[in-house]
């Protein structure tokens, strides 16, 4: 990509990323099961350029919205005082912020897919806390990874609708967006599953 901007502990495309264990085929057909097409694929382009500009307020809702839930803001929190970690929310918040970049424009190809794994394993037990060196709890549970896709995915609706887009097109860059998403944390639970149950 064209952005030179060196973010901490992104480590997107670095060969320490470990590989994604999915078939290419496996992978299809999970795209396949939540209807992502080649329309989608243009739809996310489209909605990455209409939120590149929106990065910050985007992370500004969505921050807002897990700092006012104490059960959230827990997970960033240092694990014996209970205390948020600032420079851990911030350090995360640039990543988070490439994040949206990386899923509207990225190629979904293997590269793609392995720092898929890297972010679920960063969210499980395996290496949440690693790549910030911070002393927070150990572990995000699952059940909260599948309910987050209705915030990161509701309140993206109105910033896909401040470019001045056809409330068609508006509609089509939401789904795509949806479905992008949800495809991501079916990736991210991989490491949540038991041997055989993935
Ligand atoms: C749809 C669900 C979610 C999305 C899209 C999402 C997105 C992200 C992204 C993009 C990162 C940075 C990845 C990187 O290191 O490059 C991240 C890390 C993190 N997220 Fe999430 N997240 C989700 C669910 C959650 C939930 C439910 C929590 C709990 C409140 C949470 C807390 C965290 C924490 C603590 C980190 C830092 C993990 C570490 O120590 O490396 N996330 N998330």
Redesign the pocket.
């Known amino acids: 990509m064209a952005q030179a901007e060196v973010i901490p ?4 495309g670095k060969p320490i990323v470990p590989r994604a264990p999915i078939t290419d085929e496996d992978f299809k057909l999970l795209k396949k099961t939540v209807m992502f097409s080649e329309e989608d694929e243009k739809y996310l382009r489209m909605a990455g350029d209409v939120l590149k500009e929106q990065v910050d307020d985007i992370l500004n809702l969505w921050y807002g919205w ?1 700092g006012s839930n104490p059960h ?5 929190a240092d694990k014996n005082t209970g205390s948020p970690l600032a420079p ?1 929310l911030e350090a ?1 918040r640039r ?2 912020g ?2 949206i970049i990386d899923l509207c424009f990225r190629k979904f190809d293997r590269e793609w897919l392995d ?1 898929q794994f ?2 679920g394993l ?2 499980h037990r395996s ?6 060196k ?1 002393n ?1 709890v150990e572990h ?1 549970p699952l059940r ?2 599948v ?3 209705y915030p ?1 995915t509701a309140t993206i609706k109105p910033f896909l609708a401040k470019k001045g887009h056809s409330q068609e097109e508006v509609e089509k860059m939401f789904n795509a967006w949806f479905k992008a ?1 949800v495809l ?2 079916a990736l ?1 639970s991989m490491p949540y599953a038991k041997e055989g149950d993935y």
Not at 9 to 12: C, E, I, S, W
Not at 72 to 76: D, E, M, S, T, W
């Open positions: 502990g992104y480590d997107y897990v959230l803001v827990y997970y960033f851990y995360v990543r988070f490439r994040w720092y890297e972010i960063r969210h290496k949440k806390n690693r790549t910030d911070v927070s995000i909260y990874m309910a987050f896709i990161i998403v991501s944390v991210w």
